[in-house]
C-alpha cells in the first residue's frame, strides 16, 4: 500500500535517522508504525476476503454447469489463503510490541512475502485454467482421450523407403 512507502520516509527527520542512529534528529514512537503494521494487516485480511467471496455470489447467478460453477468459484477464491496469511502477518507484528524486534521482524518479513505470492499466484490460476484447457487432448463423453488422426509420416509426408 502507498501509506506504507510513504510511511517510512515520514517517520524520522532527517529521513537517514531510521537507519542511521548516529544521524542527529526525531524519529516518532515505533509503537505508530507497529499500530499502522497491525492495521494495514487486518485491513489486507479483510479485503483478501472480501474479494474471494465475491465472484461466488456473481458466478452463482451465471448459466453454467455446477461442476463449472464450483470449480471457477474455488479458483478465484484462493485468496483466502492471502487472508489467512494476512492475519498470521498481524499475529507477528503484535509480537515486535512485546519481544525482540529484529528477532520476530523476520517472521513478519517472511509472511508479507508468502502472502503477496498466494495472492499472485491465486490471481493467476484462473487464467491459467485457461491454458491447460487450451493444451489438454480433447476428450470423449466417456472421459477418454480422443483419438485424433494423424496425417502423413513423421517427416512430412515423405516415404523414407
Known amino acids: 500500500m502507498l501509506p506504507s512507502a510513504f510511511l517510512q ?3 524520522c527527520t532527517p529521513p537517514q535517522k531510521a537507519w542511521n542512529p548516529a544521524v542527529k534528529g526525531k524519529c516518532w514512537n515505533p509503537g505508530i508504525v507497529t499500530n499502522y503494521g497491525i492495521f494495514n494487516a487486518a485491513y489486507c485480511a479483510v479485503m483478501d476476503f472480501a474479494l ?46 512485546e519481544q525482540d524486534f529484529f528477532y520476530n521482524g523476520k517472521d513478519v518479513t ?23 484447457r ?7 463423453k466417456q472421459g477418454k482421450p480422443k483419438k485424433v488422426p494423424r496425417m502423413g509420416h513423421l517427416c512430412g509426408g515423405h516415404d523414407l523407403g
Open 9 to 11: 520516509w515520514v517517520i
Open 52 to 97: 474471494a467471496l465475491l465472484p461466488w455470489t456473481i458466478i452463482w447467478g451465471l448459466q453454467m454447469r455446477l461442476r463449472e460453477k464450483f470449480g471457477v468459484g474455488v479458483a478465484m477464491s484462493l485468496g483466502l489463503l492471502s487472508g489467512v496469511c494476512a492475519i498470521v502477518k498481524g499475529i507477528y507484528i503484535v509480537q515486535l510490541r
Open 110 to 132: 517472511i509472511w508479507t512475502s508468502v502472502e503477496t505470492a498466494t495472492a499472485i499466484i491465486g490471481a493467476s490460476i484462473p487464467v491459467l485454467r485457461v491454458f491447460f
Open 134 to 140: 487450451e493444451k489438454r487432448p480433447p476428450r470423449s
